[in-house]
């Protein structure tokens, strides 16, 4: 025992600090270490942000420089603190406060004092910075807007979060990322790729040369400029026309799914969220959850549809064989569910598809409804074909197109209703409503926009998007350039089209007739509801129109959605109708029109359900 | 006398002199990489921390020939003397001491400063084996066991107020050669016991400990006592006393040792488990222990190669070419390097263990065991915390760490038992 006590003792001592050794450099060790390294610092070298051009190279967003005064505290020496404030432009207090923040974080650390001087204070302060030991101003890169408009659709960028770091290691705190919107979408290719340079430091925190002679430095890689799709003037002018309305607007080139503008109402200019109002500004907008400026309407309310949906209903019965052209049906002011007249607003008398179109006759459409249903033994399988036909238009579900957002809509079908009212116990009388784009179908702004492209151009699409170019060269991705094709059979289109012709010269739009442009579109007057003190209440109709001209070569079509607008030909018709004009003529010609749009505003709508009184809705006067 | 006519560097135990050559030569490479700068490209530049090793291994080689030279019976004969000298080279320096890093261990002779200390440990094994070997010493008798006690713990006493308790528990550790000579085992045995009750009672109070130790005693009365036949009285004595030591360490700890003290305790042991006080404790008193676990950590399999530790050029290991020079080995030479070393140490002293046990001389195997207590405890105790499983001790990793007095210290410690080896043959003529 005694003789072996200290070869047992030295043998154990070894193998515990094999052990542990290999806990520590086998286990517990990362290959990818460089960055928490204390010993080495990243500096990092940022390309410029791509710069964002419309359809037609007029330029959108660019960067301007803004300017940081950073401190490092314990460099800071005695100084005239009131002279100082003045430059800067805050309170001596402000300052005191900010400095003892700034130590806190770390003595040794830049910590920003002053964020986003303007270009006048930075003028005055450079010149005096030689006299503040311990500051200094950094320069940064922010986004600047040539416009006021498109700001959902554009998106902004901010600082990365704590989600940001933890999804993507490319990051580091204090970065900027496209937060929503076409920077977000396209954040990589208008970003680029920082060049990172590792320097060797000692503990003290000083530079004390490159780390392994700059053999793992990069250089940056510059972020490149795109070309989106959107038409400038169109969805600057779109947006002055929604002064004072809620709703969406999506305009598509039906030969491309170029989208040429995408409108939401309210809106507010891009540049609040830059510079150093920008926390402020944020706030203000996002916690507004009235009227909510920055959710896009235009991708993310999901109206039920209304009158437009009946061109879907009657190429879908055309294609099914249930109707022809001429087929008749009479419309008592009305139409019969079972004992129950439901309204017509036609004028009642017989109607066949042309005059049931452009006239938005519902007892018309609740009839084809029943034919397609009436076709097929079962209505589970009459409702398989009619859903099938109607996702082939891109709805009820994603459309793919190239934005971080988006809802599906709805095209419910047979498991939705044996879910509502028990299997096998409803029939086409239980969902008539669809027929007319009521009840329980949905569709954002851009899926109507989308199928109205796919009318326009007589039974396909392409993927609605906005990206034209990147770095100069025309996109080549196949999910965009590639035909979506309907399941209606091209020769079906034209009764159709031109019922919704029909609509703008004797129909419910005759009004709104382009003088010159053969137009076609059709009316939406949507009922809805809201809870107010958890009773359902309903407000004034919602005001649709889709549209597409000219019709034999269509350019442009456009879904408008007004809320509460009343009639589709009112808000939403006099929109569609102006923007196609100023897209395809470049000009207005229909001063009156104009002025009425620029002026009038829903805001007295929008009033009546917050106002805590009785109200009256769909009023006559407009 | 030397009668076998053989040169002395025939019958050197060669094994051990390379052992001795790539420990120092790995070290001397560490402590340059630790200090070295890149306008300095001389290894002799004196101006330089690495020069200056450099001469120092220079000098102790020259001090292996002066050892190997002499006679190997003048170590045990005037083994009393150097103790008598280095004794009072401790005594004095609390008068001329010069006081570096808040420890007065120093003389200051000009050209270099000299710790007698590194010195002191040589000249104790020698004391100790030389009063062990005396043919009227007797282990097993009280008053001897008093006496060769009194050995180790006149310097170990004289080193604490410095303070310099790396050095004191280094004289302690001289017990070792006192086990190997028949004082029971044992006093070993209780000595374990109380460090494990110290740790039990830190890590889950004193509740929990006597719940153990009454349940250990429990089944130990239930299943064993008629085969062990353990009287009760003394069983219960025992328990007593555990339950009382237990308590006596809350006490001590909580109210006699300093905040310091119970931060390199809390850190240890992993007490802390606030994340808040944990992080300032590794920023305060466990940084050095946190910074070096890292760099070695920061090596991985490989290491990053030689002059390529970014944390051993950034400085961020206080100490580093002193008592942390090791956690260069890690984070520069990897696994392969630390492992290397660890298996260096390990053959070397088990080379030691072989080299005493073949002694006929009485006096060569207690010195022997002697020079291998003083290594171990000196290696046990740096590795250990430089990797961060024992407290924060100042000790230097023998024949690597930067230090004139200790290099020379450790050199001659052991090559006075080579010279002791190399002599066995002629010992009974």
């Known amino acids: ?622 | 006398m030397n009668m076998s006519g053989k040169s002395i560097l025939k019958r050197i135990d060669w094994l051990t002199v390379l052992f001795y050559i790539l420990l120092v030569g790995i070290g001397w490479l560490n402590i340059y990489s630790s200090t070295f700068t890149e306008n300095n490209p001389s290894i002799f530049d004196l101006g330089q921390l690495y020069g200056k090793q450099m001469l120092y291994i220079v000098v102790s080689f020259a001090a292996i020939i002066v050892i190997l030279a002499l006679e190997a019976n003048s170590y045990e004969r005037f083994a009393s003397i150097f103790y008598i000298i280095s004794m009072v080279l401790l005594l004095g320096l609390f008068v001329f001491g010069k006081t570096i890093a808040g420890a007065t261990s120093w003389y200051d002779l000009g050209v270099f400063n000299l710790q007698p200390s590194e010195f002191a440990k040589m000249a104790t094994a020698l004391a100790l084996a030389k009063y062990l070997s005396d043919i009227q010493t007797d282990i097993k008798r009280w008053k001897d066991q008093l006496y060769a006690f009194l050995i180790i713990l006149i310097p170990a006493f004289l080193v604490i107020p410095q303070p310099d308790p790396g050095s004191a528990l280094v004289f302690f550790s001289l017990v070792f050669v006192m086990f190997r000579e028949g004082l029971p085992l044992y006093h070993l045995g209780i000595a374990l016991l109380a460090v494990l009750l110290f740790i039990f009672t830190l890590m889950f109070g004193t509740t929990w400990v006597a719940i153990g130790i009454s349940l250990l005693i429990g089944i130990v009365f239930l299943f064993k006592r008629k085969k062990l036949k353990i009287p009760l009285i003394p069983l219960f004595v025992f328990f007593i006393i555990a339950i009382g030591f237990s308590l006596s360490v809350d006490l001590v700890f909580n109210n006699v040792f300093e905040q310091r003290h119970r931060d390199r305790f809390s850190l240890w042991l992993r007490l802390e488990k606030d994340p808040v006080k944990l992080a300032e404790i590794k920023k305060t008193i466990g940084y050095n222990t946190y910074q070096s676990e890292k760099a070695i950590e920061s090596g991985g399999f490989f290491g990053k190669g030689f002059l390529e530790g970014t944390r051993t050029k950034g400085d961020f290991v206080p100490e580093q070419h002193t008592d942390y020079i090791f956690s260069t080995v890690g984070e520069e030479w990897g696994f392969l390097g630390t492992a290397t070393v660890v298996i260096l140490f390990t053959l070397m002293l088990l080379r030691l263990v072989y080299l005493s046990e073949r002694q006929k001389n009485q006096f060569s195997r207690m010195y022997g065991y002697g020079v291998i207590s003083i290594l171990l405890i000196h290696y046990f105790i740096n590795i250990g915390m430089v990797i961060g499983i024992l407290p924060t001790i100042g000790i230097p990793l023998p024949f690597f760490s930067y230090g004139g007095s200790g290099l020379l210290g450790f050199t001659v410690l052991l090559f006075i038992f080579l010279r002791l080896d190399a002599n066995r043959l002629n010992e009974w003529s």
């Not at chain 1, 944020?282 to 959710?295: F, R």
């Not at chain 1, 939705?416 to 028990?422: A, E, K």
Request: overall charge positive; glycine content about 10%; hydrophobic content about 35%.
């Open chain 1, 1 to 622: 025992m005694k003789k072996i006590l200290l070869s047992s003792i030295i043998i154990i001592v070894g193998i515990v600090f094999i052990g542990r050794l290999s806990y520590l450099q086998i286990f517990s060790f990362s290959p990818n270490q460089v960055l928490e390294d204390p010993a080495i610092k990243a500096i990092y070298d940022y390309p410029e942000r791509g710069y964002i051009y419309d359809r037609d190279g007029a330029l959108l967003v660019a960067n301007q420089p803004a300017y940081d005064v950073m401190v490092i505290p314990r460099e800071v020496k005695p100084l005239d603190t009131l002279e100082f404030c003045g430059l800067l432009g805050i309170e001596k207090e402000d300052f005191k406060s900010k400095l003892k923040k700034a130590r806190v974080y770390s003595p040794r650390l830049p910590s920003v004092l002053v964020h986003q001087l303007s270009k006048e204070d930075y003028a005055r302060l450079q010149e005096k910075m030689r006299k503040y030991q311990g500051f200094y101003i950094q320069k940064r890169s922010l986004r600047y807007y040539t416009t006021n408009s498109g700001a959902n659709v554009l998106g902004y960028i901010s600082e990365v979060n704590e989600g940001d770091l933890a999804r993507n290691p490319y990051y580091v705190q204090g970065e900027l990322t496209g937060r929503t919107g076409i920077e977000k979408q396209y954040e990589e290719v208008l970003r680029g790729r920082k060049g990172v340079k590792y320097i060797q430091k000692d503990r003290f925190n000083r530079d004390i040369g490159p780390y392994k002679d700059g053999a793992l430095d990069t250089l940056p890689q510059q972020g490149q400029e795109i070309r989106v799709t959107l038409d400038k003037d169109l969805q600057e002018y779109g947006e002055q026309l929604m002064h004072g309305k809620r709703g969406g607007i999506v305009a598509i080139e039906p030969a491309t799914g170029e989208i040429l503008a995408m409108i939401s109402g309210p809106t507010y200019d891009p540049s609040l969220l830059v510079g150093r109002q920008r926390s402020k500004n944020y706030s203000k907008l996002h916690y507004d959850s009235i009227s909510k400026p920055t959710w896009d309407r235009s991708i993310l309310a999901e109206p039920s549809p209304g009158s437009p949906f009946k061109t879907l209903n009657a190429l879908v019965a055309l294609e099914e064989g249930v109707i022809s052209p001429s087929t008749t049906i009479r419309c008592y002011n009305g139409f019969y569910v079972g004992r129950t007249l439901r309204g017509c607003h036609c004028g009642g008398g017989m109607r066949t598809m042309n005059s049931g179109i452009y006239n938005s006759c519902n007892a018309y459409f609740a009839g084809t409804f029943r034919k397609i249903y009436d076709k097929f033994e079962t209505t589970d399988k009459g409702m398989d074909v009619w859903e099938k036909h109607m996702k082939s238009f891109g709805l009820g579900d994603y459309l793919g197109y190239d934005l971080p957002t988006g809802r599906k809509g709805r095209i419910p079908g047979k498991e939705y209703y044996d879910r509502v009212y028990g299997d096998n116990r409803w029939s086409s009388s239980y969902i008539i409503s669809n027929s007319i784009g009521q009840g329980e179908i949905a569709a954002t702004p851009i899926q109507l926009a989308n199928m109205t492209a796919a009318i326009a151009n007589r039974g396909f699409y392409y993927t609605p998007h906005v990206i034209k170019q990147i770095g100069g060269k025309d996109i080549s991705i196949p999910e965009f350039t590639e035909k979506k094709k309907t399941t209606i059979s091209p020769q079906h289109f034209d009764p159709v089209i031109q019922g919704m012709a029909d609509v703008y010269t004797k129909g419910t739009a005759r009004w709104l007739q382009i003088p010159g442009i053969e137009i076609a579109g059709k009316t939406g007057t949507v009922e809805n509801f809201t809870k107010i003190d958890g009773v359902r209440t309903q407000l004034t109709d919602h005001s649709v129109f889709v549209a597409f001209a000219p019709v034999n070569n269509p350019q442009i079509a456009i879904a408008v959605y007004i809320e509460n607008g009343y009639y589709g030909s009112r808000y939403a018709g006099h929109i569609a109708s102006l923007l196609i004009e100023k897209y395809i003529k470049g000009e207005i010609t229909r001063k009156d029109l104009e002025k009425r749009m620029l002026e009038k505003t829903l805001e007295h709508e929008y009033a009546k359900p917050l106002s805590g009184e009785e109200f009256k809705i769909n009023e006559y006067v407009w």
